[in-house]
């Protein structure tokens, strides 16, 4: 066995549910989904451990990245819990929207914060305001959309968006949480991400991955304790602490493997597959 893994726990029982972060855990340096981890998600939703993808993205990147057939059997956490799609043997379908003084209060102050702030207004996770422009090629690419997908940020303040994301280069996103917090205290929740292009997510207080979680799975009767769950940034820490089997990929940032009880090799080596594909072979199947 691989020594990275060497220290996960014996699995003689299926669990319940999975939850597994996208960018930098499930999804490869180039943010491709590889054959092996496919195939592992596969066995899964093949043998009914329910599959919950629990990310900070948006619902269009999905297009880009996931054969339909592979889309239709796993549930979704998007936007760190904004939007909950659940496929069988999960269901519903659950939106927070942020309230309309908070949204427009946020716009104000990152744009005097920094005035050449990207501001990123999530709608549905296919329409998003933005007060920046580029070409579609660099548009699909990075955002894994189409130019008719993108309206004016004045629009998408009257379209009752679920997440705002802030970022930029040369941005002191940590300064701006400070700022943000003072000025609408816990109304907002705000989670950095650190890795790649740092940026901030802002949704409404009442998303979060382990309450979407608990969405999905509470109606089937399944606990948070129950789930085995994947990550490597700060977006992940409050539902790999919640989760009672936390696996840390090995380039996790450091603040997330401390959280983690387990480790697994790194996204480049399909980490996540090596895991599960352990999983399966411990319960026999």
Known sequence: ????????????????????????????????????????????????????????????????????????GCSFVLMNGAIV????????YFKETLPDQVTQCIVNLASEFDPRIRITMEIDGYEFGANWTTDPTTLWQRNSATPDMVISVEESLLRQPCKIALGGIGTDILKMIDRLTN???????????????????????QASKPSALRKLLTPKG?????????????????????????????????????VCRYQTVSNDEDGVAVVLEQVLSTMGK
């Open 1 to 72: 066995m691989d020594e990275a893994i060497s220290n996960l726990p014996s699995f003689n029982k299926p669990p319940s549910a999975i939850a597994i972060d996208l960018d930098g855990t499930l999804l490869d340096s180039q943010t491709q989904l590889s054959s092996r981890n496919h195939k592992a998600l596969e066995s899964c939703i093949e043998h009914t451990i329910p599959v919950i993808i629990a990310t900070s993205r948006p619902a269009r990147i999905f297009n880009r990245i996931f054969p339909q057939n592979l889309a239709n």
């Open 85 to 92: 799609k659940g496929n069988p043997p999960l269901s519903g």
């Open 222 to 258: 399944i606990l948070l304790e129950e789930v085995i769950a994947f990550g490597d940034d700060m977006p992940d820490v409050g539902m790999l602490k919640e989760c009672g089997i936390s696996i840390a990929v090995a380039n996790a940032l450091p603040q997330v493997k401390s």
């Open 183 to 205: 000025s609408l205290g816990d109304t907002i929740s705000v989670v950095p991400t650190l890795l790649g292009n740092p940026l901030l997510n802002i949704t409404t207080c």
